[in-house]
């Protein structure tokens, strides 16, 4: 069955420090791969894409992820955590076949500290 | 600023009222959502409409009706909702084109029901 994992319920840190996200997923195939952020009261923003070529991406606000097929994982990263950053992070996976279905991860509640 | 517009932001409803939930995107997207946010949970799928037509249909109760009137407009029609059924309702949008485009959400509607 296809699912998403993140493993970090919630994850705490201190502001200008290092940040990764995990997400593991478990496909038939390559996924295409997404984080999105979302921060009380607000709908779902997109930080981030996979879908294929270079496996390291960029997104926005300063964020990255990098695929690793051979651990099924799209991990986010940050180098530097501002307090703005505190959020919800979701990642999830879409088909390349059922083309509008997205499986979500269960979230990653991100605390930053001053 | 979202580009998925959605209206109203909050709403109380008794459980024998009727009310209807509007969603806007001016973006030419094709494909346009429905999803059920409950507190601290990932987004759950409930309707696709591709090109103004039905395409999933995630068992949702018959309580909820989607209607898609044109390309740039969604609307889910509410009627004999239960407690349950509070939560925030969110709607996004892509181009639809095989998966590959991101979903873009607006920033939902918060449902509570007495």
Redesign the interface.
Known sequence: AQSVTQPDIHITVSEGASLELRCNYSYGATP?L?W?VQSP??????LL?Y?SGDTLVQGIKGFEAEFKRSQSSFNLRKPSVHWSDAAEY?CAV???L?????I????TRLQVFP | D?E?T?TPKHLVMGMTNKKSLKCEQHMGHR?M?WYKQKA????E?MF?Y?YEKL??NESVPSRFSPECPNSSLLNLHLHALQPEDSALY?C?S?H?Q???Q???????T?LSIL
Not at chain 1, 98 to 102: F, P, R, V
Not at chain 1, 104 to 107: C, E
């Open positions: 295409y997404f999105y009261g607000q709908g779902l923003q997109l894409k879908f979701f879409g088909s390349r059922n083309t509008d279905k997205l979500f991860g269960t979230g | 979202t998925v959605q494909a959502y601290k949970k990932p987004p799928l696709v591709s395409s999933i969110l996004a892509s639809g095989g998966g590959r991101p979903q873009h959400f607006g920033d939902g918060r």
